[in-house]
């Protein structure tokens, strides 16, 4: 059959104008075409991995920003808490700083009343005595007339001082 | 290695689909043709004779003229008033190279007339060169034919640009000038996306390397790369090229069985070239079954190494061939029926066999692809999961 017959001058030519195209095209076009391609596909791969770490680091950045968020409020409250005491501390201090003032001054001004208290009474104790002396002089002197009513009278006056 | 790929693609599906239809068609051309019409020479230009002559159409002859090789590309005209191509004849005899141009023969396939070039007279007998018979016979051809019509003549060595292989040359330069020309466009757009025709070559071939390479090779496809590419796309470049009906297609390039032989030993020489010792000793000594089976299995296998090519070489051949066998016969069936009003029949058969012809011709390259390889992929896999 015709089909089937084989043809040297085809076989032949197609064979050198084949592995020809074959060394041509994968030197000149599949080399750079393949090579294009990886890159571009090794371009995509690293743009999609860093895209994924951004918004990993974005979260991450985050998730920071969120604790320091709540340690500086926590801190905050620290702080309100503390000058909170502190000052409930002074408050107090000053309170019972006051108090024991108070109490000082009081204390100061009752003994210093009962120094009062004490000269006014010895002052008085001495204006007695003076006064009695000088009650004494008189009555001594209009009783001396009368002597047993003289005696009488000094005995009753010195009676009535020593119960002063 | 996953095969079931192959078989369960919807593509294959339709490849099966396609090859039942195209067998059915095909019984039906055998059908046809005249048991009583010889393949004579006579009867072969009467296409275009205008019915006075009452000659038996030759079907077969004509369909087998069209699809053979020829030494020139005619374009219309019937005899010495037909327009062709001419293209360079060169032959190779005894004392030395012979050239000369195919217009010498003045359209003439039947061995009537003599070139003579270098002291040597050469004929065109069915397209092929014969050196002449000194006295012509009793047909007027310098031939001498014994009683089955097989020639005795001398037959040179003929490396001539044919039809085939001025259409092998012109497709492999369009195949240069347009991925050399996507190769550049890929530097001047360097990392970005394609553009033009750069993105409608490059679904291809990332098909071809992720559907075909990938699956198929593994890790090691790289090295395989350039030449499933380069045989995809000259398969499917001259599968269509051959679908076109004038010049510069019309050559029925790869449905050229020694086009195909190349090919598939290409094919077989890389499989067995790169094949490790692993695929060596599941052909010659099969692990993991009985010595006597080892011994019975050694010699099929060792015919496998022969067949997967020789499958792949009459594959794209067939195919090819009988779907321009088929739309000639559609078209025969205007003079068979001798009716012009069977002509709006005939073409819109021959438009709807040509569809289904370009897909074929995708489905024919992915499939040499394919098994390609598969085959390559078998030889060089390193860890065997039988």
Sequence with gaps: MDLFSPSIGLIVWSTIVFLTLLFILAKFAWKPVMAAIKEREQFIDDALNKAELATQEMARLTAQNEDLMKQARAERDEILKEAKMLKDNIVNEAKTQAQTEGTKLIEKARIEIENQKKAALAELKGQVSSLSLEIAERVLRSQLDDKAKQQDLVASLLKDVELN | ?386
Excluded at chain 2, 83 to 106: E, K, Q, R, Y
Excluded at chain 2, 324 to 340: E, G, P, Q, R
Excluded at chain 2, 352 to 367: D, H, P, W
Aim: aromatic share 14%.
């Design chain 2, 1 to 386: 290695m996953h095969f079931s790929h192959i078989f369960k693609s919807k593509k294959n599906l339709q490849s099966t689909f396609l090859a039942l239809f195209l067998a059915f068609f095909s019984l039906n051309v055998s059908a046809h043709p005249k048991p009583d019409a010889p393949a004579s020479a006579e009867n072969h230009g009467t296409v275009a004779s205008e019915g006075t002559k009452t000659e038996e159409f030759d079907i077969t002859a004509f369909i087998l003229h069209h699809i053979a090789d020829s030494h020139g590309f005619h374009l219309w005209g019937e005899g010495d008033n037909s327009v062709a191509v001419s293209l360079p004849v060169i032959l190779w005899i005894d004392n030395g190279l012979v050239t000369f141009m195919s217009s010498a023969f003045h359209h003439d396939d039947e061995g009537k007339h003599v070139v003579e070039k270098n002291g040597q007279r050469f004929v065109n007998y069915h397209e092929k060169i014969y050196i002449a018979s000194v006295t012509p016979n009793e047909h007027g051809e310098y031939m001498s034919l014994d009683a089955d019509h097989k020639a005795s003549n001398v037959l040179p060595l003929d490396f001539s640009i044919t039809k085939n292989v001025f259409t092998l040359i012109f497709s492999a330069i369009i195949l240069i000038i347009v991925f050399v020309g996507v190769a550049n466009s890929y530097a001047k757009r360097k990392g970005k996306s394609p553009k033009g025709f750069q993105s409608l070559i490059e679904p291809v071939i990332l098909f071809i390397r992720d559907d075909i390479a990938i699956p198929n090779l593994g890790a090691k496809y790289e090295g395989y790369m350039p030449y499933l590419l380069t045989v995809f796309f000259f398969i499917w470049f001259n599968n269509i090229l051959g679908m076109v009906p004038f010049f510069p297609g019309g050559a029925n390039l790869t449905g050229n069985i020694n086009l195909t032989l190349v090919l598939s030993v290409i094919t077989f020489l890389i499989t067995n070239v790169k094949a490790n010792g692993h695929y060596w000793k599941h052909i010659f000594w099969m692990p993991g079954v009985p010595v006597p089976m080892k011994i019975f299995l050694a010699p099929l296998e060792l015919m496998g190494v022969f067949t997967k090519p020789i499958a792949l070489m009459i594959r794209l051949f067939a195919n090819i061939t009988a779907g321009h066998i088929l739309v000639l016969a559609l078209l025969c069936l205007i003079f068979v029926f001798k009716s012009i009003f069977i002509a709006p029949v005939s073409i819109v058969f021959v438009v709807f066999i040509s569809m289904i012809e370009l897909l074929v011709g995708f489905i024919q390259a992915f499939i040499f692809t394919v098994l390609t390889a598969l085959f390559i992929g078998l030889a060089v896999q390193e860890h065997g999961e039988h």
